[in-house]
């Protein structure tokens, strides 16, 4: 079992910056796949970006690719999201998630076993 905390979410300008966290409590962080997903209101919930276990690869979905950057840290049990340019459409509420998604699988939502009850961020034209 993993528990899931994600903090740093919050109001901002459009073009602004924002740091996201997601601590991890339970067992062996550095056995997951580290997810970031988010849901828009009146949207599905999508996928932002993904950390391998050892960070040896990251993915990101094409909306914030270049903007926004996932790292980790096993000892601490932590992953961040740090969201450079922000435009009012990255507006939603953002989750973290854990996994062990098969090769090619770590944008499937369906691969997570564990999520955050998310933090919200809002971005103001």
């Known amino acids: 079992q993993v528990q899931l905390v994600e903090s740093g979410g919050g109001v901002v300008q459009a073009g602004g910056s924002l740091r996201l966290s997601c601590a991890a409590s339970?067992?062996?962080?550095?056995?997951?796949?580290m997810g970031w997903f988010r849901q828009a209101p009146g949207k599905e919930r999508e996928f932002v970006a993904a950390?391998?276990?050892?960070?040896?690869?990251?993915y990101y979905s094409d909306s914030v690719k270049g903007r926004f950057t996932i790292s980790r840290d096993n000892a601490k049990a932590t992953v961040t999201l740090q969201l450079n340019g922000l435009k009012p459409d990255d507006t939603a509420v953002y989750f973290c998630?854990?996994?062990?998604?098969?090769?090619?699988?770590?944008?499937?939502?369906?691969?997570?076993?564990?999520w955050g009850q998310g933090t919200q961020v809002t971005v103001s034209s």
């Open positions: 998630a854990a996994g062990a998604p098969p090769y090619g699988g770590a944008t499937a939502q369906y691969n997570y076993n564990y």
């Open positions: 950390i391998s276990t050892h960070a040896i690869n990251t």
């Open positions: 339970g067992r062996s962080f550095s056995a997951y796949t």
